[in-house]
């Protein structure tokens, strides 16, 4: 049997944004385990970000392996809706949104 995760409906057009800006861009989406969907480098930093789907009158939380996953590495993670919030974090114009609600480290 072969696993196929299921990708937030945000991911594409926010890794095709975060491409266009000229950032390097792979996809950790069939990873699991809490590991952010993608991973972003551009211009010397690092960048997680987690996409999640905006979804009308409700905000969907990160889970809490993604939490874990982030702690454990000591990593800050983006938590995205739209490829204009990733863009955001490129030009460091967002505040991280961690995937906890405690600072977890930062990227570099």
């Given at each position: 049997?072969?696993?196929?995760?299921?990708?937030?409906?945000?991911q594409k057009?926010?890794?095709?944004?975060?491409?266009?800006?000229?950032?390097?861009?792979?996809?950790?989406?069939?990873?699991?385990?809490?590991?952010?969907?993608?991973?972003?480098?551009?211009?010397?930093?690092?960048?997680?970000?987690?996409?999640?789907?905006?979804?009308?009158?409700?905000?969907?939380?990160?889970?809490?392996?993604?939490?874990?996953?982030?702690?454990?590495?000591?990593?800050?993670?983006?938590?995205?809706?739209t490829p204009?919030?990733?863009?955001?974090?490129?030009?460091?114009?967002?505040?991280?949104?961690?995937?906890?609600?405690?600072?977890?480290?930062?990227?570099?």
């Amino acid at each position: 049997m072969r696993y196929r995760p299921k990708l937030d409906a945000s991911q594409k057009g926010i890794q095709s944004a975060l491409e266009a800006a000229g950032a390097r861009v792979q996809s950790f989406a069939s990873v699991g385990h809490g590991v952010p969907d993608l991973y972003a480098y551009r211009a010397g930093n690092h960048y997680w970000f987690e996409c999640k789907t905006p979804k009308a009158g409700k905000h969907k939380e990160p889970e809490k392996k993604q939490a874990n996953w982030a702690q454990k590495m000591g990593l800050t993670v983006y938590v995205v809706k739209t490829p204009e919030e990733a863009l955001k974090c490129l030009m460091h114009r967002l505040e991280p949104q961690y995937v906890q609600s405690q600072k977890v480290g930062v990227t570099g």
